[in-house]
């Protein structure tokens, strides 16, 4: 369960509204959001980036955002183009 979706971007602290309508119907439910944010940060211009929908893309330069670990800050800029 997350509090992300398509279109639709929830506040964090609507999970609490979630919680109380689960438990209102008997449903067993997480004690959080169970899927994590994702950050990523991009390497050309340095943007602290919020994965959503497995859409790696910074949202401020267009750039592709390395998919696997967060990239070191002493990082290059992205003429390493290992990923392709
Ligand atoms: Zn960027």
């Known amino acids: 369960m ?9 506040d964090p602290t609507s999970w609490e509204a979630v919680a109380v309508a689960l438990d209102n119907a008997g449903i067993c439910r997480p004690e959080c959001f169970t899927v994590a944010v994702v950050f990523r ?22 750039a592709e955002l390395p998919e696997d670990v967060e990239p070191r800050l002493t990082a290059p800029p992205s003429t390493d183009q290992r990923s392709r």
């Open 41 to 62: 940060r991009c390497l050309d211009c340095g943007e602290r980036n919020v994965v959503r929908d497995d859409d790696y893309i910074c949202a401020l330069c267009g």
């Open 2 to 10: 997350s509090n992300h979706s398509t279109g639709y971007c929830p």
